[in-house]
């Protein structure tokens, strides 16, 4: 398990236990399992991309290793299929006990609870489009609390879409004095802490009743010993790509039968139960047997570099349609040119010096890029904080805590107009706590940070940090670690290590401006934000959301959601301009007129500037002298003397253009027409 791991101590054999992420690397660098006898695969159905990837790479390796067995084990997956996919090998089917499980449909429930189903809940809703996989929430708490005041002793498992759903029935069951008074109330979802998740298998006082709120989660990973009752809504939350705008959205869908039969199964585990599906029973009709496999509904960077890590000489597509179910191929064109647009393949779609270096960090492709900037621009440990924390969040998850949160991020982001900036300041207060825990315990209250996320955080710094050590890009992997460090000589440059992070995530970048339409009305004191796709709002969980004025107009992000037609920037950092036009790793385009030259980023057309052209020269000198100093470094070869004061430089301007450039020789631009230098927005940019 990631950073849980406990080796066999004999060289003999051994009972490996392993998710599927860590056999995957195992299998990079033995590709056909040579000392392996058997391999276990459970909860094939669940259909993840990870689980996808293994079960082509189990194939490829029994065709060239003939003692090898493989076992794949599901309850409720497509079995016929993955035989047939494995060259028709025998099914063996074990029967297990389940105690019986009363079941009801919306129909039934209504009538028990003494209504006549109304008009949306009658036949015809089931003909209506996905959408309509929305949960209605006063339903739901109508249904629980007739189950909690005339139901049968027991926990109760409510199947709910997603965080704002679990939030919304707790508030309204809080607010019923017969549930508040007798009922302990339990939220399940992914991104609360192990500590909190631990709770829901705790049993309360015979006085009271567990109720249980939890997503798809609560399905198939784990089991809830006294669950008696499951209302379930028949929906949840999943990610879809669209690739017109290039963001994943995440939408509320209804679930296939095969998760309806494991969500009623949560009921009869230990004893007999009650399932309740708020949903017609003929809606069962028209639900999918078995969940679209998330490789056909994701973006597929990630699965690309996995395809060019175990197989490097095949083509992209050649390699993915031995999965199971092969994405679309204009899909995977589109990884594989966002993966060349961001230098990480070249036009043969082979692994640049970048790309062999990200493929040895076990983290998103952007973000390894993010690390190995980061490396040659001897600012790792501040990046090496945020690449952790965007893969985990060290804040602590709940109802009750959400303005705290939001007033702690507020004060450790200071005047930074930084979410990734918090992360680094959270990494750094919690280590200087780890030796006393009065201290540390003060420093997680005051944040409302998770101490179980903190360490899993701290973990994945040190994984990341030997995976540097792996890619040649550090000599030691303490090295990273320790701010007095070569390799950190300049984390305590906030400008640089935000220019670092907008260079490694580009082209994710958002152009602020002055004025926003709300409801049909123009406000010119408000901002409004786009990127090269379109339009975005700043959610709620960004420092930026409610600021005013920002000292630029460029954001940097890293995670984009669509929901709702909107598309939701959920993190972001303010940036220098000077960061786009001194480390992108992209085309520059000209255009002279007189003694001045506007300039604009090939591959984004947002990212426009008009300057003198004499200072666009000696920046672009600076630029090819910087991109020269990254390829040295790509290629292991030694850094030179002036590659130092290239990166002071960079800092000096990054930390004082105004004096460096002059407050008038620097204006971004919109196509021919010059913005204006006083709009707020840029009263600081240049």
């Known amino acids: 398990v990631r950073l849980e791991s406990r080796p066999p101590k004999h060289s003999g054999g051994a009972l490996l236990f392993l998710t599927v992420g860590v056999l ?7 590709p056909t399992l040579e000392g392996v006898s058997h391999v276990v695969v459970d909860e094939v159905h669940e259909r993840d991309v990870n689980t996808d990837l293994l079960l082509a790479l189990l194939r490829s390796a029994l065709r060239d290793n003939p003692h090898l067995r493989v076992v794949l084990m599901s309850a409720t997956g497509d079995t016929q299929r993955l035989a047939h996919y494995f060259g028709d090998c025998p099914v063996l089917k074990v029967p297990g006990f389940m105690h019986p499980v009363q079941e009801r449909y919306l129909e039934e429930v209504l009538t028990e609870m003494g209504h006549r189903p109304p008009p949306p809940y009658q036949a015809d809703r089931v003909t209506q489009e996905e959408d309509d996989a929305t949960p209605d929430l006063d339903l739901v708490v109508h249904v629980i609390d007739h189950i909690h005041t005339s139901g049968e002793p027991g926990a109760l498992l409510c199947f709910l879409p997603g965080w704002q759903d679990i939030r919304a029935v707790q508030e309204k069951l809080e607010e019923k004095p017969s549930v508040r008074s007798s009922a302990h109330i339990l939220p399940l979802h992914s991104s609360l802490s192990v500590l909190d998740q631990q709770a829901v298998f705790q049993r309360p006082s015979p006085s009271q009743r567990k109720i249980v709120l939890a997503t798809n989660i609560a399905e198939t990973s784990i089991t809830i010993n006294d669950i008696v009752h499951v209302v379930d809504v028949g929906a949840q939350k999943e990610q879809r790509y669209d690739p017109r705008t290039k963001v994943s959205c995440l939408d509320t869908v209804w679930v296939s039968r095969s998760s309806i039969t494991q969500r009623r199964g949560r009921a009869g585990r230990c004893q007999p139960g009650h399932a309740y599906h708020l949903f017609p029973r003929r809606r069962l009709d028209t639900m999918k047997m078995f969940p679209i496999p998330e490789i056909l509904r994701t973006p597929l960077e990630n699965v690309v570099m996995q395809a060019k890590i175990h197989s490097p000489q095949a083509k992209v597509v050649d390699f993915l349609s031995q999965v199971l179910d092969s994405p679309d191929e204009a899909a995977v064109r589109d990884a594989v040119s966002v993966l060349q647009e961001t230098g990480v393949l070249d036009e043969a779609e082979a692994l640049t010096p970048l790309g062999k270096r990200i493929a040895q960090l076990s983290c998103d492709p952007q973000l390894g ?6 490396s040659l621009f001897r600012c790792v440990l501040p990046l090496l904080s945020i690449t952790a924390c965007l893969t985990r969040d060290p804040f602590l998850n709940s109802l009750q805590n959400r303005t705290l949160v939001s007033q702690a991020r507020a004060e450790l982001s200071g005047h930074s107009c930084s979410d990734h900036l918090i992360f680094s300041r959270v990494v750094q ?6 030796r006393n825990r009065c201290s540390r315990q003060e420093f997680l209250d005051t944040y409302t940070l998770s101490g179980s996320s903190l360490r899993f955080i701290q973990g994945l710094i040190q994984q990341f940090s030997e995976n540097l050590q792996e890619a040649a890009l550090v000599q030691h992997a303490s090295e990273c670690l320790h701010q007095s460090s070569q390799i950190n000589q300049h984390s ?14 580009y082209p994710n970048i958002i152009k602020v401006k002055r004025g926003s339409v709300l409801k049909g009305r123009f406000r010119p004191n408000s901002l409004s934000y786009r990127t090269r796709r379109g339009p975005v709002i700043l959610h709620r969980s960004t420092v930026n959301r409610s600021k005013e004025q920002l000292p630029s107009r460029w954001l940097t992000f890293f995670t984009a959601v ?16 000077l960061a786009l036009l001194l480390l992108t790793d992209c085309d520059i385009i000209e255009r002279v007129s007189g003694d001045r030259v506007k300039v604009s980023l090939s591959n984004h057309s947002l990212v426009q500037f008009e300057l003198p052209l004499q ?3 000696l920046l672009w000198e600076l630029r090819v002298a910087l991109r020269a100093m990254q390829m040295r470094g790509l290629q292991g070869l030694p850094a ?18 105004e004096q460096q450039v002059g407050q008038d020789n620097l204006h971004s631009s919109r196509g021919s027409d010059r913005e204006s230098d006083t709009d707020d927005v840029d009263k600081n940019e240049n």
């Open 24 to 30: 995957l690397r195992k299998l990079q660098t033995n």
């Open 369 to 374: 890029k993010v690390l190995v900037l980061a």
């Open 429 to 434: 207060g919690w280590r200087q706590t780890q």
């Open 492 to 505: 305590q440059e906030d400008e640089l290590v935000k220019a670092v992070l907008a260079a490694g995530l």
């Open 562 to 577: 669509q929901s709702n037609g909107s598309v939701f920037i959920r993190d972001s950092s303010s940036i220098h301009p």
């Open 615 to 617: 200072t666009w020269e």
């Open 640 to 657: 030179e003397d002036q590659d130092s004061r290239l990166i002071a430089l960079l800092i000096e301007l990054l930390n004082g253009t």
